[in-house]
């Protein structure tokens, strides 16, 4: 195994094409559980330049990225955990008792281990995991536009409980200071759902005529997409399988990422996200005060 195979080694080794791989197989049972309860969906991000680019993940990628409209990504909790395999796969979203200061829903597989640097102090479901995306209805006056990125930079503060080293410097001041006078756990869940009922107030339908992605990085908020490179799907070939894309991914990947078509330098093309331990074989359960929630974590 080469270095440019490996992932993670700790006490076993980890190539990232095997978390790859764990990665699709939930990928294929959501793309099931969406086509059987009629929830929209698509691919986006590095996953939906993978299958354009490279027909399958981008070769460095870690993880797997979907869009979902606001209305079905409201329905999908409820419906999960009534129809989906939960002994297998768990839908994940942070509510007032758990909070994974993680913006978007999750899906997970539980007999998995993959614990990311930022959530090892919390007691939540580890198992590697899938990303979907809410996308929303985007204001056209300019004024409103600000009040709706204003609600999702305070959304985002109260749910990760912390300022992201993509926000502006001096909003990242702001948030800080913020955090430290608001501290109680009711009131800033109180002031995460206020915020996500705010700047969600636009529905998509058919006089919308712009919608955003308000649960990514802050350079994708700023973004508003013309409503009509999602207003329907088409299907390209991502590791074997035909996946959904935007009808207009060109347009929105332009927009979201520039030239998508060229390849980043070398010295770019790695993983982004950190891990403490993976283990692609055992569940998360396992390492419970070994790798998450340990003696320190309870001070």
């Known amino acids: 195994m080469n ?32 086509d059987e309860h009629k929830l929209k969906f698509f691919l986006c991000g590095g996953s939906c330049i993978g299958a354009i680019r490279h ?14 409209p606001r209305n079905d990504y409201e329905r999908l909790e409820e419906l999960w955990n009534k129809y989906a395999d939960t002994q297998k796969y768990s ?6 008792d758990i909070n994974y200061k993680h913006p978007m829903t999750t899906i997970r597989d539980n007999n998995t281990t993959f614990i990311r640097d930022y959530q090892a102090g919390l007691d939540v479901n ?6 979907i995306i809410p996308y929303d209805g985007c204001p056209e006056s300019k004024i409103k536009r600000l009040i709706q990125i204003g609600w999702a930079f305070v959304f985002h503060l109260f749910n990760r409980e912390a300022t992201s080293s993509t926000h502006f410097k001096y909003i990242g001041k702001i948030g800080e200071i913020i955090l430290r006078i608001i501290k109680n756990k009711d009131t800033r869940y109180k002031i995460w759902k206020y915020a996500e ?26 973004i508003r997409y013309p409503k009509e ?15 959904p894309i935007p009808i207009g991914y060109d347009g929105y990947l332009k927009m979201a990422f520039g030239d998508y078509m060229e390849l980043p330098p070398e010295e770019e093309r790695e993983p982004k996200h950190g891990a403490v331990y993976i283990d692609l074989e055992n569940s998360y359960k396992n390492y419970r005060g070994i790798y998450f929630i340990n003696d320190s974590d309870k001070m």
């Open 197 to 222: 009922g705010q700047m969600t107030k636009y529905p998509i339908n058919k006089d919308t005529k712009y919608v955003t992605d308000l649960c990514s990085y802050f350079r994708f908020i700023k």
């Open 229 to 243: 490179y999602f207003d329907d799907i088409i299907y390209r070939e991502f590791e074997g399988h035909q996946m």
């Open 55 to 68: 027909k399958g993940f981008i070769p460095w990628d870690d993880d797997i990225d979907m869009f979902m």
């Open 3 to 34: 270095d440019k195979e490996l992932f993670f080694e700790g006490n076993h080794s980890i190539r990232l094409r095997d978390l790859q791989l764990k990665a699709l197989e939930i990928l294929l049972y959501f793309k099931d559980f969406c």
């Open 91 to 96: 839908c994940c979203r942070s509510n007032k």
């Open 126 to 131: 580890h198992g590697v995991r899938i990303d």
